[in-house]
């Protein structure tokens, strides 16, 4: 199937320190490609890419599971860590779930863990019947564009596939009991106002971790997909910013661009 307009997996090789951009649970790199565009014209070297099942139609998900997802970028991951001297992660929402599982795993090769309204723990009360739900019903409505943000939108489906949401609701369990191995480094960026992920989930997060340096910030006036929302460029400053401090970067990358 032919990947929709903008929802495009994007790379740029930079310099010697690298970010992974993990996108969200029917999402695309579009959700994310401002921000991974802001790293790189900062000379970073960059890889967003596009998760299985994911960025064509709703029912190529039906095929697919976390296991395919994590696949994709812990392969990605792999190939910074070939290139680069210094990894961060970065996520949205599932892709802040990946994230926080790619920390807990690789550990001290992750530098730090930058995570927007991260995805733990799928709250309909009407989740514990997908396992058998999801053989009757194959979708239902959809998750994509929750933005405050007059004329923005996300590239994503307008359905769930039912049988990926199970696989989903399993992940954010899998996820949860392993946060207490993510050590690094974490900036935590959350909307108040979230139609999709509940602020507890990052409150979860920051709660069960077990890294030392911790920062959580508010995104006041955005909803979900905030990377496309009014506090977009706060999220962009702020995470440059993070990789400055533990890399050292902002001096000699701004440099090189001029900015």
């Not at 290139?83 to 001290?108: E, I, P, Q, W, Y």
């Not at 943000?149 to 049988?163: C, F, I, L, M, N």
């Not at 989930?201 to 911790?214: E, G, H, K, Y």
Request: aromatic share 6%.
């Amino acid at each position: 199937m032919p990947v929709l307009p903008g929802a495009e997996p994007f790379r740029h090789d930079g310099g010697d320190v690298g970010v992974l951009l993990c996108h969200g649970f029917t999402g695309s790199p579009q959700s994310l490609r401002p921000w991974a565009e802001y790293l790189a014209e900062r000379g970073l070297t960059v890889s967003l890419p596009l998760l299985p099942g994911h960025g064509t139609r709703w029912q190529d998900m039906q095929l697919t599971g976390w296991e395919d997802w994590y696949a994709e970028v812990d392969r990605a991951l792999r190939e910074l860590l070939g290139r680069c001297t210094k990894v961060f992660v970065f996520g949205l929402s599932m892709g802040g779930a990946l994230s926080l599982r790619l920390a807990a795993r690789h550990g001290d090769a992750i530098t730090g863990v930058v995570v927007v309204n991260p995805a733990n723990k799928v709250h309909d009360p009407l989740a514990v019947t997908l396992p058998v739900v999801k053989h009757f019903v194959r979708s239902t409505p959809g998750i994509a564009s929750d933005i405050a943000k007059p004329g923005s939108a996300e590239v994503g489906y307008d359905r769930v596939p039912t049988r990926a949401a199970d696989s989903l609701r399993k992940f954010l369990q899998l996820v949860d009991g392993e946060l207490p191995q993510v050590t690094q480094p974490l900036l935590v960026l959350h909307s108040p106002q979230d139609h999709v992920v509940p602020p507890v989930d990052s409150a979860r997060v920051l709660a069960r971790v077990s890294s030392t340096d911790l920062t959580e910030t508010l995104l006041e006036q955005s909803y979900h997909v905030a990377t496309l929302d009014h506090d977009a460029e706060q999220i962009f400053a702020d995470s440059y910013a993070f990789i400055g401090r533990l890399a050292g970067t902002s001096d000699r990358e701004g440099a090189a661009t001029g900015g």
